[in-house]
């Protein structure tokens, strides 16, 4: 009789209703003391206001490309929304410690996070409180969404309004770094190119003083008239014509070379010229790296804490630490009766 009673007491996995049942009374009480904590501590935890700030990147970053190029194919249309690829590329630039750190020092979020100045960890404890109130996530629409929140509705806004003008200047920053340099370069070598132009023109004047303007119609003519003037036996014409002769044979070759490479270098001069006012565009011009679609304003309504979620999901953890700890010591019990037997 008295094993069949303890048989009875036994805990049995296959019959769960029976065991809360048997433990009703201790884990009402957990959820009770839980639920009244989880209470309390949601009404001690300070609201918090969300702003958001949703805008698609732009495809296009040169203005000289875009508005400039004389290729077809490489005209890029200001008006394209970006894809996944400029998505991330905006997301890596917003998760960037330059942005961080112009945010954190424009709004003076070490005094409003309440952070010891003197603390030696007071960047790591910034970045921290930045990482847990400010977030950049990418849509399901190829869209990049800024989340602030923060206990001030109003400065939640300038923040997420703020970090958005921080993304183009930042970009702009970045690519005039690179756009700098290469308008120097192609600067410095159509500057040189119109300097080796104006050295050919030069001696292509010279040449022009000496009488030599058209080398294939002058040698034409000259010819032609020598011939008449030699059938005519005009002798003053025939000493006129053999000195113009001799001028074309002493620098026609001259000519032609100096022609030549003055045609050349002209293309070549046109060519920098429109590659040194793209790369001019590109390193002083700024366009936006964006399309706002909601700018952020101050919240009217709390999103944080949600009261009934905090105390649910504590009392929740709260019922199953204490049915797993009852199932523990319920086992640990059995077993020592089953030592003692």
Partial sequence: MTNDTGKSNDFDSTNLIYFFLQKRKPLLLVAFIAALVSGIVSYVIPDRYKSTVVMFPATTSSLSKALLSENPSAKQDVMVFGAEEEAEQMLQILNSDEIRTKVCDRFNLEKHYNIDPNNKYKRTLLYDEFQ?????????????????????????????????????????????????KAFRIVENEYQMKKADVAMIA????????????????????????????????????????????????????????????????????????????????????????????????????????????????????????????????????????????
């Avoid at 990049?144 to 703020?162: C, F, H, Q, Y």
């Avoid at 294939?216 to 011939?227: D, F, N």
């Avoid at 005009?234 to 100096?258: F, N, P, Q």
Wanted: charged content about 30%.
């Fill in 132 to 180: 847990n109130n400010i977030t950049f996530k990418r849509t399901e629409f190829m869209s990049v969404k800024i989340e602030v929140l923060d206990v001030d509705p109003a400065l939640a806004s300038k923040i997420a309004n703020g970090i958005a003008e921080l993304l183009d200047s930042t970009t702009t920053r970045m690519q005039r770094e690179r756009a700098s």
């Fill in 202 to 341: 030069d001696s292509m004047s010279k040449l022009n003083e000496k009488g030599m303007y058209d080398y294939e119609s002058q040698s034409s003519v000259t010819s032609e008239q020598y011939a008449i003037a030699i059938s005519k036996g005009d002798a003053r014409a025939i000493k006129s014509l053999e000195e113009k002769l001799k001028i074309i044979a002493r620098y026609g070759s001259s000519y032609l070379a100096v022609r030549d490479n003055l045609t050349l270098q002209t293309k070549q001069l046109n060519m920098l010229k429109n590659k040194y006012e793209e790369a001019k565009v590109d390193a002083e011009q700024e366009i936006p790296h964006k399309f706002i679609v909601n700018n952020a304003f101050p919240a009217e309504k709390k999103s944080y804490p949600v009261r009934w979620v905090v105390v649910a999901g504590s009392t929740s953890s709260a019922l199953l630490i204490a049915i797993i700890c009852i199932i523990i010591l319920d086992s640990i019990n059995r077993f020592r009766k089953t030592e003692k037997l």
